[in-house]
């Protein structure tokens, strides 16, 4: 065993945010990913004119009809923010947090042979052989393998029992033949 990473305990806010940022990258790579960065860009552009409107009209005596528009707008701003961030592949925030949250039931073990991954979860393991990672990111405090089939493996820096985060980058560029992506 070369490597070997425990994965419990509570998911951060800087995690679910670099998380999100993954998602949103990996998004970008496909063809309907690219298409639909038009529509996020508009989306996200009408939310932060939202946002500055807002805040403009803060000092101002405003009418009744308008007091009553701002309110409206309160829950569709947040909205818009964050479906225009998902869709320009900025960050995929909401389903970052859906994810981390659903994997989230029991702790798993990760280890690294020069052949193969295994992945302990519920007293059941899974092998990977090193082919079937679609790409691999890293975050400060995380790496994020996508494998085939949409699994993750999501490996805290902080957890590595046996080896360093810096040799477990170089060994995964020599291992998947791509390059770590920096988050």
């Not at 419990?8 to 960065?37: N, Q």
């Amino acid at each position: 065993m070369l490597f070997s990473v425990r994965q419990a305990g509570p998911f951060s806010p800087g995690l679910v945010w670099e998380y999100g940022r993954v998602l949103g990258r990996s998004r970008r790579k496909t063809l309907p990913g690219k298409l639909i960065l038009v529509p996020g860009a508009y989306i996200l552009f009408m939310g932060i004119v939202f946002t500055v409107g807002m805040l403009a009209s803060i000092g101002e005596p405003l009418t009744e009809r308008e007091e009553l528009g701002l309110l409206a707008m309160v829950p569709l701003i947040p909205a818009l923010l964050l479906w225009g961030m998902s869709w320009c592949g900025f960050s995929r925030l909401p389903a970052a947090l859906a994810r981390l949250l659903r994997g989230r039931q029991s702790p798993e073990d990760s280890r690294f042979y020069p052949n193969h991954i295994t992945r302990f979860r519920d007293s059941a393991y899974t092998d990977y052989p090193y082919q079937a990672v679609r790409d691999v990111y890293e975050g400060r405090t995380a790496f994020f393998l996508l494998m085939e089939g949409g699994q993750l493996l999501l490996l805290l820096k902080s957890g590595f029992i046996q080896g360093e985060p810096g040799a477990f980058r170089r060994f995964m560029d020599e291992k998947c033949g791509k390059p770590v992506i920096k988050v």
